[in-house]
């Protein structure tokens, strides 16, 4: 994986891959992981998750150069992040 954060319900890792790659979240401290599943966009965007990051309750994906995701609710649905970024 590429990355673990915990958050206040419980873990989010992100995997890279092409099939099975994406974010996963755990509400058992790791016994079991579900597969982020939501908008088919924001899905495939997400395999390529390489940092996952977690402050002040909110949890952000940066799955390119060109594409941010934030989650305020714990991993359990994920939005774009617009805007401008510099080098």
């Known amino acids: ?19 099975e790659g994406g974010l996963y979240r ?9 597969r982020y ?3 088919a966009g ?4 997400l395999r390529d998750a390489q940092n996952i990051f977690y402050m002040k ?3 952000i994906a940066v799955a390119s150069d060109k594409f941010v995701y934030q989650s305020n609710d714990n991993g359990t649905t994920w939005h774009s992040i617009q805007g401008t970024w510099y080098n």
């Open 26 to 34: 755990s509400l058992d401290n790791g016994t079991t992981w579900t």
């Open 37 to 39: 599943a939501g908008e």
């Open 1 to 19: 994986f590429t990355g673990l954060i915990k958050t206040n319900t419980g873990l989010i890792a992100s995997f890279q891959g092409n099939y």
């Open 57 to 59: 309750g909110i949890a």
């Open 42 to 45: 924001v899905v495939n965007a």
